[in-house]
Each structure stands twice: as C-alpha cells, then as structure tokens.
C-alpha cells in the first residue's frame, strides 16, 4: 500500500492549503488498532471513563477559536455553524459521562435460583460490557459532531472501547487537531494516547475494517462506500457489527388542507430546511409531495420566493460540487420535469439552490423517474404534485429506508380529525424519525433521539444520536452459578456501586 500526502484543501478556491499527513500504511494501520487495543484497561473504571468525556468536552471548549478557524479553512461552513456544532459535540460528550455515571446502560439483571419454577432458574446474572476496537469513519458534512470527537466516538468510549478513526479527506488538518485534544484529555486521567487513534487515507480505511483486532465499525456517507465497508465487515473470517447511515430522501408530505391553511408558512420553511448548510445535511428534505390546485401553487410560490433569495453557496469539496451539478442536470433532462428555480453551478467554486417539480404519477411506476426518488446531495429538492390521496400513498409505497418522514398537517387535522393518524401510520414503516409540521434538519441529542432509519438510511436499527448510541458498542453476557466472590462488582448482591438494576424481577434505581 502506497503511502501519498495529505492535503489540506480550501473548498472556496480549490486550492492546496498545507500537507498535513501521509496516508498510513497498513503497518501503520495496524500499528494505531494494537495501540487501541492495548489501552483497553484504561477505560474499565467508569469514573475515569466519565471523567476522561468531561475533560475532553472542556479542553475542546478550550480551544474553540483555533478549531473553529481550522475547520471553516477546510470546510468553508462558517464560523457561527461551525461554533454551534461544537459546543453540540462538547455537549455530547458531557450526556454521555452522564450516561456513564448513571451506570443503567450496562442493563444489569439478577436472578436467584428458583427450584419453583419451570423449568428450575439457577443463579443467573447478566449485564453488558465493551466489543473492543471501535473503527470510526469520519462524516464530511460534520466535521465536529460526525468526526473523530463526534458520536461514534463519544458513544464508543463511554462503552469503554477505544476507537481508531479513519479522518474524512475534506477536513484533514482539523481532524489531527481534535485528535490531539482528545488525547490531552486523556492523558489527564492516566488514559494512553492510543485509546484514540487516527489514520488517513482510502486504503487505510479498507485495512482498518478488515483487522482482525476491530470489532464493531460506525460509519457516515455514501451508499456508495457504506455498502462497500458493511459488505467487508460481514465478509470477515469473524463478521463485526457495522452501524452505517447511508443515504436518505426524508420525503415530506404536505396535506391540501395544511397547504391551504399556510401555504406561505410551508413554503418559507421547505426552503429554509433544503438550503440550510448549502442543502448538505444527511436529513434535508429531497422530496416533497404537494397537492395538485390552487393550496399547492400557492405554496409552491412561496417556495420559489425564498428559495430565489437564497445567496449561492459553497460545497464541502469540488467533487461534491461536480456530482451536484451533474446531478441536476441529470434530473432536469427527464421529460415533463420543470425548474422553477434551477439549481446548479453558481459560479466557479459554487451553487446555486433551486428545486424541480413533476407529477406524482411518474413516480409511482419503475422507470426512468426512479433517479428523482435518489439523493441529490446539495441544495435541491423534488416537488410531486399528486392529485389525490390515492397518488401520494402510490408514491410512499416505492420510497426506500429514510432517517426521517415529515407530514404537514392542518390545525383541524392535527387535532384528529381527518386523515392525519393515518398518514402517520404509513410514514412510521419508512423512517426512523415522523416528523408533524416541522423539518427534519436538526438533530436534537437527547435520549429519546432516533437518528437511523430502514436500510439505505442505515444498516443496523440503531441511533447514532442520543444516550442509546450507547448500546451499539456493548455485549451482554450472564453468569451462572458463580460464585459471589469471583463475580464483577457490577452484579454482587450487595450493589456496591450503586448502580440501578432488575433484582429478582423487581426494578431498582
């Protein structure tokens, strides 16, 4: 495996900033999984391991200016989102110490023998404990919440496993600089650098999946490369979990009645939620379904308003902004599709935002219109006019796996009346989250959070947002008839760290 520089790179001219790395070789590879591997033990005590999150939430705090700067040279998303989704990361960091300290996360369960029942219970006792090796692959359109500090990482190291991650090639420099932090945090608590390792490169990231010392991957991007690492993942002598998020339309479908109600409202928001971020976040709304009629064309003036006044914009890389554009271009050349707002090139290094329109009966049969119900990653959305409720459940029924599923509702209608619970009903087998009369770009974290959906969405059926992030780094394993003295101190009688528990069928906190 070749190793070639690392590049910095300015996404607003295209330019080479600073050769930050090499790429690593597969020695180098499987040198930073041994050192992950090794600092294991360092994170066994849930005190240190809380700790260790809240340190490294403060130091990144710390150095917010020099971050911020680092990540707008790579990434050109400004210096106002990029300081709200750190102070996001930090925070994260900080639920889950508290996660950690809670201790309800290791699920622990104990049951005495019960000769009474059938069949008889011997002493049994079960909780959860670490994979080992987590494999981290960076996310482009997050360089702070999605990368080597973001959620994959925070949720494994609060499970207690170290993590290697493999940095995004669009925010190289950045990525080195959070790793640093993340390992000055630990080295306050005693915790070796090597808990969080770092490796560049295409095929360090193909080496990474593959080592036999990984044993669980989280990953954010393509369907493309995603598909790629889960098939590797599970083609292993020794299959690892792989928690991917892929790719997602997050259709939205917009009631006559609500579009009639606030077709002003509606549209302002469409356009707000599709261009935020320069349309590249992995919960924009690609496609939305709008009643055919007067309700719709009003709604759809309002859209073109906002959406006219949008200012162009910048893309992560130039490569997104090629697909971007000949994605559209793709799009536009299908019969009968129209661009009341073209998208496309906005100048040399950006785009401009815009939407299509078509019926909603191209896209209730296989065809060429399939390419519309893709995601076109970047500041486009689809509208399908569908003329009745027949139409729009037609379009639904093709849909893939999306992270979100948005209805916008009357006030009548979300008070109960009409067809709002069913609508729901049809959206809830499609996505992970249902959304009622808002957007799905946001992504609270927060407990109850579900940031994953049906495949493509994701790959698994877990989050990878909020405290149940969590549960995709453990195991669970039960003793039987141990005895007390060689068990865990987690699952002794006695409790002694106090953690909350099922003891003999009854819950205690």
């Given at each position: 495996m070749a190793a070639g520089p690392v590049w910095s790179v300015d996404p607003r001219t295209g330019k080479q900033r600073e050769q930050v790395?090499?790429?690593a070789t597969a020695q180098e590879v499987d040198a930073a999984?041994?050192?992950?591997?090794?600092?294991?033990a360092s994170l066994a005590d849930r005190t240190v391991r809380a700790a260790f999150l809240r340190t490294a939430a403060d130091r990144l705090q710390d150095s917010k200016d020099h971050l911020v700067e680092a990540a707008d040279a790579e990434t050109a998303l400004g210096p106002v989102r990029l300081t709200g989704e750190l102070a996001r990361t930090s925070y994260q960091l900080r639920a889950f110490a508290d996660i950690v300290d809670e201790g309800e996360f290791l699920g622990v369960?104990?049951?005495?023998?019960?000769?009474?029942a059938t069949p008889p219970i011997p002493d049994l006792r079960r909780y959860k404990v670490p994979l080992g090796v987590v494999a981290v692959y960076s996310a482009s359109n997050f360089p702070f919440a999605f990368s080597v500090a973001g959620g994959d990482t925070a949720s494994a190291l609060a499970a207690g496993n170290p993590v290697v991650v493999k940095a995004h090639p669009d925010h190289p420099a950045l990525s080195e600089l959070v790793a640093s932090v993340l390992r000055?945090?630990?080295?306050e608590h005693g915790i070796p650098a090597g808990v969080v390792g770092l490796v560049h490169g295409f095929e360090a990231g193909i080496e990474l999946i593959k080592h036999p010392l990984v044993?669980?991957?989280?990953?954010?991007?393509?369907v493309k490369g995603g598909r790629a690492l889960f098939d590797a993942a599970v083609a292993r002598p020794v299959p690892i979990p792989f928690h991917g998020e892929l790719g997602s339309l997050n259709p939205v479908v917009i009631t006559e009645e609500a579009a009639a109600e606030r077709a002003e409202a509606i549209g302002a928001g469409l356009a707000g939620s599709m261009t935020l971020g320069v349309g590249q976040f992995c919960v924009k709304p690609g496609l939305v379904l709008v009643p055919s009629g007067a309700a719709g064309d009003g709604l759809l003036?309002?859209?073109?308003?906002?959406v006219s006044d949008t200012d162009a914009g910048v893309l992560l890389d130039h490569r997104m902004r090629d697909n971007f554009v000949a994605g559209v271009a793709e799009r536009v050349e299908l019969p009968e599709v129209e661009s009341p707002v073209t998208p496309g090139a906005g100048g040399e290094h950006t785009v401009s935002a815009g939407f299509l329109t078509v019926a909603a009966?191209?896209?209730?049969t296989e065809g060429a219109y399939d390419l519309l119900l893709e995601e076109c990653f970047g500041p486009v959305t689809v509208?399908?006019?569908?003329?009745?409720?027949?139409?729009?459940?037609?379009?639904?029924?093709?849909?893939p796996g999306n992270l979100t599923a948005t209805v916008h509702l009357s006030a009548q209608e979300a008070a109960g009346e009409g067809r709002g619970a069913e609508i729901l009903a049809e959206l809830t087998p499609l996505a992970g989250r249902v959304l009622v009369n808002g957007w799905p770009t946001g992504v609270a974290v927060a407990p109850a959070q579900q940031h994953g959906g049906p495949y493509p969405a994701t790959t698994s059926t877990s989050t990878s947002v909020g405290g149940t992030a969590i549960e995709r780094w453990l195991r669970p394993v039960a003793y039987q008839n141990a005895p007390e003295a060689l068990l865990p101190p987690e699952l002794r009688d006695d409790n002694p760290l106090g953690l909350p528990r099922r003891f003999n069928n009854q819950l205690e906190r």
């Open positions: 790395a090499v790429e999984v041994r050192a992950a591997h090794d600092a294991r369960v104990i049951n005495h023998p019960d000769d009474t000055r945090a630990a080295a044993a669980a991957a989280g990953f954010t991007g393509s003036k309002s859209l073109t308003d906002a009966d191209k896209l209730t509208v399908a006019r569908y003329e009745d409720d027949d139409e729009a459940r037609a379009v639904l029924s093709r849909l």
